[in-house]
Structure formats: structure tokens, C-alpha cells
């Protein structure tokens, strides 16, 4: 008995020493292989990841079919093919060890990109229209979310970095950071055609469209090459930052020595004694291009008197606040310090011995590039000591420095990610292999100021991507830009008005649709609550489009123009049932050779629009809802806006950007 006791245990031992022995295989899926995932349907699906074992076997519930592939440098790859949608499935991978994904559907697999109104939230920073309300409902087990981290790099890779451990089922708690655009265009085509959708959102707000273009399809147009020689060569990206600081320095003397705050360098408005009774009033904190300058942008000084007890002026004073883009500060004359950059909070320290019983003077002097500026924030603007809070919101005095009209350009330095092709490098090459059903793209907004280069830049996009996920045909729909900015009496330039027609001329491309926007815009918000409507809008594109369904998707698109006398006729596509929405017609303005537009009557005539004004006794060019916030009224039998248009090829405000 002892004897065969002692054999057994030997026998164990030598199973035990030989099983410590072998090598455990593991399998390695990219980020975007997870449970809950989407894949598209009707497809030949790629499927890949690393082992260390010698082959590995994928079996699919769906087909019950195996798939097996020998490793090789570690790598695997098989192409699944895929049914008509449904699920929930799962896929089994065997390389020695077994790794199952859950929870898989088979449906549509949609790419959301762009820039912060793509990647506006329903909650968080966004808190769009109802937010709460739309949240609680969010109960889409059938959609699926995965979320791309923010990455940029030099070069394509491999890996998509993304949140919450890949692909998660949309409910309430998992939606309230994901895009809110991207989840109101899956909702109603899921509402409308119940197929499962997958949404992988990529997006990265205040980026340019360059930055999400490959450098190779960039090269064919050579604006960009010496920034992306610079991303290549260490040596060259060392010049190019040695040149664009010494130009900046240039400019920015430039700027001082135009500054009607300085003399010969000196800061004459920060002086205590500076007469500024002749100076207007603003409420700060907030911007001043919605407190009466429109859409300035420039230097503007502010000044403020305080007065100060003995007791507070004893220490050093700190005083913390927001600007928009770049400012200054002095207290009493003594220049305190300065800071660049529109998303820095300002903190300073105020030296007791610049402070004086009694009145004391705070001059704050911005410089605002593009957009919104001013001191901004909420009302918690204040000079503090350890014990007091003396509150600086209310009225300050301003002045104009000098207008960047008469400025030459500020030199620009792509840097991070929006170098070009930084983002596409991260950010879209690691999912060129995953078999996707379109694209929905929201972005624009930081190319405006090169809104006639976009021109090039948003069709190369779309070829480039087109050509990278190996469909030509790769449904491809995108926002216009919505309105902005203050309103004008008179019609005017605007480049966002050019970079809404660039996007109007992208539709010349195959497959492609576009949502207008310029009814549900905000005039003092560049991120609008409504995407509700945006989402929507871009669904119905997808749904006529791609899921042949009866739906109207577009407003009046320009077609074609004619001059008889002094009355324009212009015709359209989309133009059944054309109309005014709400009153008469509007937004229309007209110009003769001398190229000086003026406001238009117009009236409907058999399907067309009539366009005339007394001004104008001979007409030569038309322009619809030219602005940056315009109000014009024309629309079809789909309630949708009319895209802005202009009949003339006139040089614009951004044609000689780049």
C-alpha cells in the first residue's frame, strides 16, 4: 500500500513540474475588440490581435463557423463574415487559453468626428436642452458607445487609445459624457429602422481640419509641408519654432507700438492719473463682443478705482480671473504681470507696497485674436486678502487699443495636436481596418479664419478617408455651421459665411449630405444647447440616403441664377413646396459691378425666388443669409433652412489665408 502510495505521488509531482513548464498562451485584442461591440453587418469583417501561442481558432455564435490562423511575429488576422443585423452574439478565441467577447451585435457601424460640437456632452460641460430628462430616457440597450481618448502623435499608429474599457451598452449611465449629437442621429435611425448602431466617437474640440487629414494626402497640396517636415525632422522643427518666435516677437511689437495705450513703450493708460472720463462703461465679468462691440477683436483696456482700507494694504492682495485671449494687468501704474492664453485662469499677487490707502487704480489690458474676449467667468472676480474679498464685478471703463483690422496677421505655430495630421495619426488610423457603415462630421468652426482653403482641405478629407477605409463610397455627412456672433444691420463680410459655402461645395462630392444649421444656432454661444435637431437632422440624411427611407432631409439648395432688367430669378434644388417660414421673405441682398450689396426685397414666382432692390437698378450678384448670423426665412416642404449661398466669385475676407 505504501508503495503505491509513493508512486502516485511521484506521478503528480513529474504532472505538476511538467505543466509549471508550459507556456500559457494570451490572447492580445486591439482596444476596439471588447464585449458590446457593434459590428457591421453583411460584411467581411477583419479581425485581428496578438498571441504568443502558434495558432489561434475564432468561432462565431452567429454562423457557428471556426476560423483558424497560424500566428506569425506574434500577429493574427482572419476576415469574419457577417449576417443581416441582430445578436446578441459572442466571439471565442483559442489559442491555448479560451477569451470569449460578449454581448456582441451585429448592425451599423457609424464614425462620429470633428471638433467641440461633435464632442459636446449631454451633461458635463454641454448640458444640452433637456439634458436631464434625456438622460434618464437614455435606455438604448441596441446602441452601443465607444468613446476614443484624446491622443495625438507624429506618426499613424497602431493603437486606439479609448474610455470606460471599450464599447458600452447606451443607458443613462453611460451616456451623460458621450456625444450628444452622435446619440440623437443613432436614436432615430434606430427609432425609424430598429437595425443595432454602433457609434465610435472620435472627436477633439478647437481642432483643425488638417489635423485629422494624413500627411500623405496633405503633401498633394503643399500648404502644410514645411509644418509636416518639421513633425519628421527634429533639426526642422527646431527652426520653425526659432522662426515663428521671432516673428511673434515682431508682431508683437508691432502691436505695442500701435497701441494707443502705449508711448514709446510706456503703458500711458495704466497711470493713476489718466483722465479716462471720457471712456464708456462695461458690466465685467463677461465678453465684450456681446456688451456692445460686436464682433471686435483687438486690445481693449479696462480700469477700475477701488478703494482700499489700511488694514487690507498691509499684505500682499491676490486677484484671480478668466481672459479671453491674452492680457495684462498693472495696479497703480506698477505693472503686476501678464499671461497668454484664452483657457487660463489668471492668478496674481499684488505686492503691498503698490498699494495705497484710499483710491487705488486697476488697469487690465486684452488682447483678443478670434471669437469671444474679455475678462469672463462668474462673478467671483475679486481682489482677496486672508481676511477680505472685495468684489471688482460691475462697471469698468474701457477703451479700443487698436483694432486687428489694422494689425498685419498674428504669425501662427500649429503645435500639439493641431499639427497636421497629429490627430488623424492617433485618432483615425487605428480604426481603418474596423469595418465601419458612414461617417457624421461637426467641425469647422477653427478653420473659418482660412475659410477659402477649406475649400481644398474638406473634400481632401473626404477622399483621404474614403480612400484609407477602402470604400470609395463611404457615406460621408456633415453640419454646417450654425449662426454666430452679433447680429449686422447692413450686409457684410464674413468668413463664416465663406466657410459655410466651402461646405455647401463639398456637396459636389458623391454621397455626401449636409445639415443646416442656421435656424438653431446661438448668436452669444459657439457650443448651441439644441442638438437635439442637429442629431436628427443628420439622421434623416443617413435614412434617405443609405436606409431608403421616404423622409425630407434638405432644405433649398442653390442651383442656378438669372438677370432680366433689374430682377434676379434664382432657382434651386429641393424646391418643392419652396416658401417663407414665418412672415415675408428674408435674407437676401443684392449688388450691382460696384460689388456694394444691399438689402433685397424677394417674393416666390412659380418655384422660384425673385430678387430686387431700388438701390440696385442693375443687378450683377445675389447673396442668401451672407453672415455670420443671419435670419433668413427660406425653406421647402421640409421646414428645413435653405443653405446660405452667393451667385458672385468675388475675392473674400479668407481667400488669401493659408
Known amino acids: 500500500m505504501k508503495r503505491n502510495f509513493f508512486k502516485k505521488m511521484i506521478l503528480v509531482l513529474a504532472l505538476f513540474v511538467l505543466s509549471s513548464n508550459v ?10 475588440f471588447t464585449d458590446n461591440m457593434v459590428l457591421q453587418q453583411k460584411s467581411a469583417v477583419p479581425f485581428w490581435g496578438e498571441s504568443d501561442g502558434k495558432s489561434v481558432t475564432i468561432t462565431t455564435s452567429w454562423d457557428k463557423k471556426s476560423y483558424t490562423k497560424n500566428v506569425t511575429n506574434g500577429k493574427w488576422n482572419v476576415v469574419l463574415k457577417t449576417p443581416v443585423y441582430g ?49 434618464e430616457n437614455a435606455n438604448y440597450p441596441q446602441i452601443r458607445l465607444l468613446q476614443a481618448e484624446h491622443i495625438e502623435s507624429t506618426l499613424p499608429l497602431n493603437t486606439l487609445t479609448v474610455q470606460h474599457d471599450g464599447w458600452n451598452v447606451c443607458s443613462r449611465k453611460t451616456v451623460a459624457d458621450f456625444s450628444a449629437t452622435a446619440y440623437f442621429f443613432a436614436r432615430k435611425i434606430y427609432n425609424e429602422k430598429k437595425i443595432p448602431i454602433g457609434l465610435i466617437h472620435s472627436s477633439w474640440g478647437g481642432t483643425l481640419i488638417e489635423a485629422w487629414t494624413s500627411s500623405g494626402a496633405l503633401t498633394t497640396i503643399h500648404d502644410f509641408d514645411t509644418e509636416i517636415q518639421a513633425m519628421k525632422s527634429e533639426t526642422d522643427g527646431a527652426a520653425l519654432l526659432q522662426k515663428y518666435n521671432a516673428d511673434l516677437a515682431d508682431w508683437e511689437m508691432k502691436v505695442i ?14 497711470t493713476p492719473n489718466f483722465d479716462d472720463t471720457s471712456w464708456k462703461t462695461m458690466k465685467l465679468p463677461s465678453f465684450f463682443d456681446s456688451n456692445g462691440l460686436g464682433n471686435f477683436d483687438g486690445v ?9 482700507s489700511e488694514s487690507i494694504i498691509k499684505k500682499d492682495l491676490s486677484i484671480s480671473y478668466l481672459a479671453d485671449d491674452d492680457d495684462m494687468i498693472w495696479v497703480n501704474g506698477n505693472y503686476i504681470g501678464e499671461t497668454k492664453g484664452y483657457n487660463v485662469e489668471r492668478h496674481y499677487t499684488i505686492p503691498s507696497k503698490f498699494l495705497n490707502k484710499g483710491e487705488n487704480t486697476i488697469t487690465i489690458r486684452v488682447f483678443d485674436g478670434s471669437g469671444n474676449g474679455g475678462i469672463y467667468g462668474d462673478e467671483n472676480f475679486a481682489l482677496k486678502s486672508e481676511k477680505e474679498t472685495i468684489s471688482l464685478a460691475g462697471n469698468w471703463k474701457y477703451s479700443i487699443g487698436i483694432d486687428s483690422k489694422d494689425l498685419p496677421a498674428k504669425p501662427y505655430l500649429a503645435q500639439g495636436q493641431n499639427r ?21 462630421w461637426y467641425q469647422g468652426e477653427s478653420n473659418a479664419e482660412r475659410a477659402y482653403q477649406y475649400q481644398k482641405l474638406f473634400p481632401l478629407l473626404i477622399n483621404d478617408w474614403r480612400g484609407k477605409f477602402k470604400d470609395k463610397n463611404l457615406p460621408f455627412f456633415f453640419v454646417q455651421l450654425a449662426n454666430y456672433k452679433q447680429k ?17 461645395l463639398t456637396l459636389k462630392l458623391p454621397n455626401t449630405g449636409m445639415a443646416v444649421t442656421t435656424d438653431i444656432g446661438n448668436g452669444e454661444d459657439i457650443h448651441p444647447k439644441n442638438k437635439q435637431d442637429v442629431g436628427g437632422r443628420l439622421a434623416n440624411i443617413a435614412l434617405a440616403k443609405v436606409y431608403n427611407t421616404k423622409i425630407e432631409y434638405s432644405g433649398p439648395l442653390y442651383k442656378s441664377y438669372k438677370i432680366e432688367r433689374n430682377i434676379a430669378t434664382l432657382d434651386f434644388d429641393f424646391k418643392e413646396n419652396i416658401k417663407a417660414k414665418n412672415g415675408e421673405l428674408k435674407g437676401f441682398s443684392i449688388a450691382g459691378s460696384d460689388q ?34 443671419p435670419d433668413g426665412n427660406l425653406t421647402n416642404a421640409s421646414d428645413l433652412p435653405a443653405s446660405s449661398f452667393r451667385t458672385d466669385v468675388w475675392a473674400g475676407i479668407t481667400q488669401e489665408k493659408k
Open 23 to 32: 507556456v500559457t498562451a494570451t490572447v492580445l485584442l486591439p482596444s476596439f
Open 87 to 135: 445578436g446578441p452574439y459572442t466571439i471565442t478565441i483559442h489559442d491555448g487559453t479560451i477569451k470569449t467577447l460578449n454581448n456582441i451585435l451585429i448592425g451599423e457601424v457609424w464614425l462620429c468626428s470633428g471638433q467641440s460640437n461633435m464632442e459636446m456632452p449631454l451633461e458635463g460641460w454641454g448640458k444640452i436642452n433637456n439634458y436631464k430628462e434625456e438622460i
Open 257 to 270: 507700438g500701435s497701441d494707443k495705450g502705449f508711448e514709446t513703450g510706456k503703458a500711458i493708460w495704466a
Open 300 to 308: 481693449v483696456w479696462f480700469r477700475k478705482k477701488v478703494t482700499l
Open 420 to 440: 497636421p495630421s497629429a490627430i488623424y495619426n492617433a485618432m483615425i488610423a487605428p480604426l481603418l481596418d474596423y469595418k465601419i457603415k458612414g461617417v457624421i
Open 488 to 504: 449686422k444691420e447692413q450686409p457684410t463680410a464674413s468668413d463664416w459665411a465663406e466657410l459655410r459655402e466651402a461646405q455647401f
Open 596 to 629: 456694394k450689396f444691399y438689402w433685397a426685397e424677394a417674393k416666390i414666382v412659380n418655384g422660384k425666388v425673385e430678387v430686387y432692390a431700388q438701390e440696385v437698378p442693375n443687378p450683377v450678384a445675389v447673396r442668401y443669409n451672407w453672415a455670420d448670423n
